[in-house]
Each structure stands twice: as structure tokens, then as C-alpha cells.
């Protein structure tokens, strides 16, 4: 028994470098037991030798690459699936009396992920601040007589509210990755965790934008010139 997959799927990380992706799709099989249920597919890479003597030759094909303002380093294109053979055996769940839900295992993947985009934005942002702080330290200026920033109360206010937002926000990210693994370690499952997960990547995203934001002013004229890396940090938020 196989499958074939027809369609394509946009905004996929780094596709030309995997040598399988999991594809959600959804069944149209007529009279099969999972028609009309979303399933997990294991798809090789059609450019890669890894699995598609499995699936006849066939695998996805990466095209439209896309060209976009920040994260130059990592790849985001689209993937199409023309008549691509799927055996039975690389659906996800397949072991069961039926698949597994597609849609269960997706949910459950992006809980575990989410937090991890969270952190990164933070992760970010933290350098970005920490570009600022030690531009305002190390860079004095004010004509006859040096003004070192941190010297002047409204910076360290401004320094200071961006530290105690990040603060917030990796508490946050640390509270849900343990939510998350009391959760799998318990083997139950429950939807506080997936509220927090959800939450935490909405907040600290947001909050990574505003952060790079305000520490790039922070700079003045310096902030928005490719002499310093706080600019590729903005993009990159």
C-alpha cells in the first residue's frame, strides 16, 4: 500500500539541506479508513540519496527560494510534491490499528518547538542590548569635555527598562520549557503548556523586535550603519 502526494508547502526552513521532511496532508483516499484526516508523511529529498529507493525515485523538489530582510543564514523556499510515492510504512503512526492524527502530532511538535523561536528571539535581543551598553561605554563624545552615556540618568532609565522587559520574557520562556517537560515526563497531556508555548513565542518575538529596536536608538546614527552588528540583529528580529 502507498500514497501519493500531489501539492506544495511554503515558507520551509533549510529544505535543500534535509534529507526528509514530514509533510502534513490531508487523506482523499475514497473508502479508506483515515479519508479526509490529516496524516504525517515521511517525504525524502528527491535531490538526495537517503530513502527514495523507498519511494520509486520520487521525492519533494525545492523551489522558489526566497530573498528576505533578516535570517540571511537561514534558508526559507518552497517545496512541491509531484506524484510523489509514499509507502504505508512512512506514515507516522502506522504501527497503530490507523495513523496517528496528523494534526496531534503536529500540535504536539509545535508545543516543543515554539519556545525555542521564543528563545532565540531573546537571545538576540540580549546581544543587541548588549551591543548598545557597551557602544555607550566604550564611545565617549561631547566635544572639549567626554560624555560617556551611562553617566546620563535617562539612558540608564532606558538601559534599564529594556533589561527588566528581557528579564520577564526569558522567565517566561524557562517557565513554559518546564510546564512542558513536566507534562511529556508525566505522559499526560493538557492544554496549559500549549497556552504557554503559544504565549511565550508571541511575547518574546515581540518583545526581541522592540528590544533591538530601542537599543539601536540607543546608538544614535552609529546604530543604523552596517559598522556595527546591531542592524543585522534588528533584521534578524
Same mark, same amino acid.
Given at each position: 500500500t502507498f500514497y501519493r502526494l500531489n501539492g506544495s508547502k511554503q515558507y520551509i526552513t533549510e529544505p535543500s539541506r534535509s534529507d526528509f521532511c514530514i509533510a502534513f496532508a490531508r487523506d482523499l483516499t475514497p473508502n479508506n479508513s483515515t479519508y479526509d484526516k490529516i496524516l504525517a508523511f515521511i517525504v525524502p529529498n528527491k535531490s538526495k540519496a537517503t530513502l527514495i529507493e523507498k519511494t520509486d525515485g520520487t521525492g519533494y523538489i525545492v523551489t522558489g527560494k526566497q530573498k528576505k530582510l533578516g535570517l540571511h543564514a537561514s534558508e526559507t523556499a518552497t517545496l512541491e510534491?509531484?506524484?510523489?510515492? &509514499?509507502?504505508?510504512?512512512? &506514515?507516522?503512526? &502506522?504501527? *497503530?490499528?490507523? !495513523?496517528? *492524527?496528523?494534526?496531534?502530532?503536529?500540535?504536539?511538535? #509545535?508545543?516543543?518547538?515554539? !519556545?525555542?523561536?521564543?528563545?532565540?528571539?531573546?537571545? *538576540? =535581543?540580549?546581544?543587541?542590548?548588549?551591543? =548598545? &551598553?557597551?557602544?555607550?561605554? +566604550?564611545? !565617549?563624545?561631547?566635544?572639549?569635555? *567626554?560624555?560617556?552615556? !551611562?553617566?546620563?540618568?535617562? +539612558?540608564?532609565?532606558?538601559?534599564?527598562?529594556?533589561?527588566?522587559? #528581557?528579564?520577564?520574557?526569558i522567565a517566561y520562556v524557562f517557565a513554559t520549557a518546564a510546564a512542558l517537560d513536566k507534562m511529556y515526563t508525566d505522559g499526560q497531556h493538557f492544554d496549559v503548556p500549549g497556552m504557554y508555548s503559544a504565549g511565550s513565542k508571541l511575547t518574546a518575538t515581540e518583545a526581541g523586535l522592540t528590544i533591538c529596536s530601542r537599543a539601536m536608538n540607543l546608538m544614535g546614527g552609529a546604530g543604523y550603519t552596517t559598522d556595527y552588528l546591531i542592524e543585522k540583529r534588528f533584521r534578524d528580529s
Amino acid at each position: 500500500t502507498f500514497y501519493r502526494l500531489n501539492g506544495s508547502k511554503q515558507y520551509i526552513t533549510e529544505p535543500s539541506r534535509s534529507d526528509f521532511c514530514i509533510a502534513f496532508a490531508r487523506d482523499l483516499t475514497p473508502n479508506n479508513s483515515t479519508y479526509d484526516k490529516i496524516l504525517a508523511f515521511i517525504v525524502p529529498n528527491k535531490s538526495k540519496a537517503t530513502l527514495i529507493e523507498k519511494t520509486d525515485g520520487t521525492g519533494y523538489i525545492v523551489t522558489g527560494k526566497q530573498k528576505k530582510l533578516g535570517l540571511h543564514a537561514s534558508e526559507t523556499a518552497t517545496l512541491e510534491f509531484d506524484n510523489v510515492r &509514499v509507502p504505508e510504512e512512512f &506514515v507516522l503512526g &502506522v504501527g *497503530n490499528e490507523e !495513523p496517528m *492524527n496528523g494534526l496531534l502530532i503536529a500540535q504536539y511538535a #509545535l508545543e516543543r518547538s515554539r !519556545p525555542t523561536i521564543a528563545a532565540q528571539a531573546l537571545g *538576540n =535581543a540580549w546581544g543587541a542590548l548588549d551591543d =548598545a &551598553v557597551s557602544w555607550g561605554v +566604550y564611545t !565617549p563624545r561631547g566635544g572639549k569635555q *567626554n560624555i560617556h552615556l !551611562p553617566k546620563l540618568s535617562e +539612558y540608564r532609565r532606558q538601559v534599564g527598562d529594556l533589561i527588566n522587559q #528581557l528579564a520577564r520574557e526569558i522567565a517566561y520562556v524557562f517557565a513554559t520549557a518546564a510546564a512542558l517537560d513536566k507534562m511529556y515526563t508525566d505522559g499526560q497531556h493538557f492544554d496549559v503548556p500549549g497556552m504557554y508555548s503559544a504565549g511565550s513565542k508571541l511575547t518574546a518575538t515581540e518583545a526581541g523586535l522592540t528590544i533591538c529596536s530601542r537599543a539601536m536608538n540607543l546608538m544614535g546614527g552609529a546604530g543604523y550603519t552596517t559598522d556595527y552588528l546591531i542592524e543585522k540583529r534588528f533584521r534578524d528580529s
